[in-house]
């Protein structure tokens, strides 16, 4: 059972574990990964090389599911070498925007 100070019982928006392709990029470097798991307002993002992110960095978060693209604009909350938290700026995905990304690319948690 989760502690109580685990991150699944201080976050207040329900995240949903999938794998879909995605690049970020800043500045004029473009990176691959793949979203590890997502919500509304943020995304966990798994890098194919290793980089670190300083916090506060913001970067444009591409998404692409079945080939659909959805850009969103992030900062970066967390970042170890081979992956990152990245928060959702301004616009936040859309309710429909998680059922279309998640529909056929939702895994078990780990």
């Not at 500045?27 to 966990?44: D, H, L, P, V, W």
């Not at 599911?65 to 992030?74: F, N, R, S």
Request: charged share 30%; aromatic share 10%.
């Amino acid at each position: 059972m989760p502690g109580e100070n685990s991150i699944e019982n201080r976050r207040k928006i329900k995240r949903t574990f999938c794998s879909l392709d995605a690049a970020f990029s800043f500045g004029q470097k473009t990176f691959k990964g793949r979203i590890e798991n997502m919500s509304n307002y943020g995304a966990i993002v798994l890098a194919d090389k290793p980089i670190h992110l300083s916090e506060g960095k913001s970067i444009r978060l591409s998404i692409v599911c079945d080939g659909k693209e959805d850009i969103l604009d992030a900062e970066v909350v967390w970042s170890e070498a081979d992956a990152f938290g990245a928060k959702f700026i301004r616009d936040r995905a859309t309710g429909d925007d998680m059922k279309y990304f998640t529909a056929n690319h939702v895994r078990e948690g780990r």
